[in-house]
């Protein structure tokens, strides 16, 4: 039986800022990451490729403010640099 991804303990490391902005940011990165687990059957972020994460940006945030679409991308400037890839988003 398989363990179920721990979002907060692999973004522990890369975490800081207030209590309201590390909780954000974990809820937003278990956003992406069922979505993408329900898209492309990748469960957890080692298997993902940019091109998961930019799906991610274009169709499931294409109609959102760019505010949102702006915390998102913080969000998974904090993926890319945990899984140490040089992803750039605008």
């Given amino acids: 039986m398989n363990k179920a991804f721990n ?8 975490l800081t800022g207030s209590h309201a902005t590390r909780h954000r940011h974990l809820r ?3 956003m992406i990451q069922a979505e993408i687990a329900d898209r492309w059957q990748q469960e ?3 298997a993902w490729q940019r091109k998961h994460v930019a799906w ?3 169709h499931h945030l294409g ?3 760019e505010a949102t679409r702006y ?8 993926l ?4 140490e ?3 750039k988003f605008n």
């Fill in 56 to 58: 991610f940006l274009e």
């Fill in 44 to 46: 957890t972020p080692w």
């Fill in 63 to 65: 109609r959102r403010s």
């Fill in 71 to 78: 915390y998102y991308i913080l969000t998974m400037r904090l």
């Fill in 28 to 30: 937003q990165a278990k």
């Fill in 7 to 14: 979002m907060e303990v692999f973004l522990a490391g890369v």
């Fill in 85 to 87: 890839k040089p992803w």
């Fill in 80 to 83: 890319a640099r945990r899984l």
